[in-house]
């Protein structure tokens, strides 16, 4: 009795670590990205970080190069009706109006505090910046992170209704996870502002405030309370968009990324940038075809317009990532709402 | 006879384990840094590594807090007669003119071209940033760390006729390496190019491209035979010394380092802004005392002036490091002459 125990302990232990073994050899790419439908986007980058990180493949990639790059808005969280940090950077000139009479008669801010968002989406992303920056002028990198902090735990998007943070796409969080397993880095690139990024990037990303590139206003070193501090100055010092993004990335990364993920026109020399390193590289494009769970737009929006790249991507071999077609689920599952 | 063996075997064992274990609560400190005589600069460091290190310390610090952040020229490498990166521009500035005839009557180029030294230091940092801006203009970043590269090969100290990156000071590159078998991240901030330094820092130093922060000239995004690229352009962008430090620190990093090594006035703010942070955290300047087997020099110096920030260290605490009195070896042993 006790033997014949043993003998079936010792076969599902046999069968356990042949299992094991398979799924190492298979790279376990069934369970991976579960919130992706089977499908040509799903399996092109599985089959990618497989091949990358196989020590007997030709297409092997040493860890310290396997890096990733991701834009924000519109590829990692939804950028519709209008960029979240948009959204906040209104809150903010709402808020900072009354102690600033000279905002009633300038761009961006007078079409701000007339709330007419398409006249402001059709100014682009500089007039963004250019919000973001001056309506946190004078204040330390820590106190616009405070505020930040403050607004994430507050505020709801307009139509999802739920919190920001929850309006980020379940399938770009599990594939942040998956490269981080495989040994590769995740970097954000991204137009949206590098210090109100990481307020919520490790948290939301799991990526660390190293590892976050993106606009950003000039900074003062000053002493306060005999405490060194920045104090963000109304100066846009450099908008990470277009061209701009290979720069930040040979400013921040020094290498060329192996990996790279984009939705609009914007990201076109970051992927261009990436592909055309020596060596394997992969470019995707997360298309919004999705108007039921989310949204759906491409060559003629304002916001995160995709026309040039899309145009680029079938001869260059760029995945597109069809949100309708290869996504299961589009956001994570809400949490019961808080008491 | 077998279980004899057996037994002193398992013996031996138990002492390995024991020991291994006294180890790890030591923290080993004994064979680290071997370069380093015993003293107080050393044990400070060693003692603030453990402390931060342990779990059970009320300074234990998470690893990814544990950022280390050091200077370059007079801290991780010499900077005598000149810095290494003026003299590796006055070679190129000698090699491009010819085809420059106009610097023959612009400074700093006139007085590079005089090969009038001393004049030039007087000039400072900023005329070593524009000489180095402007001799490589027109370059591609890749053509420009060729041309590093290819200097860095053949080119000799002045005086100490070794190769300039075996001008690095052996106790350092034991410290970089403590720092990282102890979950430090270490990083470069340095007053030199930023271009300039990723060329060698991984190979001699062991930081990579995505830890090295600098100065910088402006770069232009261009597509030369259908591939991306960057090319430097005459423009200074940003000097990485002084204020510039924790500027540069925030923006790279994004979090205040736990750890900061320097020399000169120069770190005086990134010493100041590390040491500020909310936690543990340690600051060192390395002083230049030995005029026998290095250089001396500090308040009167036009390379490496340390006045200020030597008269603050004592009541903030800061360790002093002296080369003459701390360090068993200064330089690397010189390896044997190649054929």
Same mark, same amino acid.
């Given at each position: ?263 609009? @026109?914007? !990201? ?7 592909? +055309?390193?020596? &060596?394997?590289?992969? /470019? #995707? *494009?997360?298309?919004?075809? @999705?108007? !039921? ?7 003629? +929006?304002?916001? &995160?317009?995709?026309? /040039? #790249? *899309? ?29």
């Amino acid at each position: 009795m006790y033997s014949a125990t043993r003998r079936r302990a010792s076969r599902l232990l046999g069968w356990t670590i042949a299992l094991s073994l398979a799924c190492i050899n298979f790279g376990c790419t069934s369970a991976a990205l579960p919130s992706w439908r089977d499908g040509q986007a799903r399996s092109a980058v599985l089959q990618f970080i497989e091949r990358t990180t196989d020590a007997d493949s030709p297409d092997f990639v040493p860890p310290a190069d396997r890096i990733a790059v991701f834009d924000n808005d519109g590829t990692l969280w939804a950028e519709q009706p209008a960029y979240f940090q948009l959204l906040f950077a209104i809150h903010r000139v709402r808020e900072l109006a009354p102690q600033r009479p000279e905002w009633s008669t300038t761009e961006p801010f007078r079409t701000v505090l007339h709330g007419d968002m398409h006249a402001l989406a059709r100014q682009g992303e500089e007039a963004l910046a250019k919000l973001v920056a001056a309506s946190h002028s004078g204040m330390t990198t820590d106190e616009f992170a405070e505020s930040v902090r403050r607004w994430l735990a507050s505020a709801r998007h307009p139509t999802l209704d739920r919190p920001f943070t929850a309006c980020v796409y379940q399938p770009m969080l599990e594939l942040l996870d998956h490269l981080r397993d495989n040994g590769y880095r995740t970097f954000i690139v991204s137009g949206g502002g590098i210090e109100f990024m990481r307020v919520f990037a490790q948290e939301v990303y799991g990526v660390p405030p190293e590892q976050v590139i993106g606009s950003r206003a000039a900074v003062a070193l000053e002493t306060r309370d005999g405490v060194p501090v920045l104090v963000k100055r109304p100066a846009i010092e450099f908008i990470d968009d277009k061209a701009g993004k290979p720069i930040a990335i040979n400013l921040h990364i020094g290498r060329r990324p192996v990996m790279a993920f984009g939705n609009s @026109d914007g !990201d076109l020399d970051m992927l261009l940038w990436t592909t +055309s390193r020596t &060596g394997p590289s992969f /470019a #995707a *494009l997360i298309h919004h075809d @999705d108007a !039921d769970r989310e949204w759906a737009y491409d060559r003629a +929006s304002h916001i &995160g317009r995709l026309d /040039a #790249a *899309l145009n680029q991507a079938p001869a260059r071999g760029w995945t597109i990532v069809s949100m309708r077609r290869d996504w299961e689920s589009v956001f994570p599952p809400q949490s019961a709402p808080q008491p």
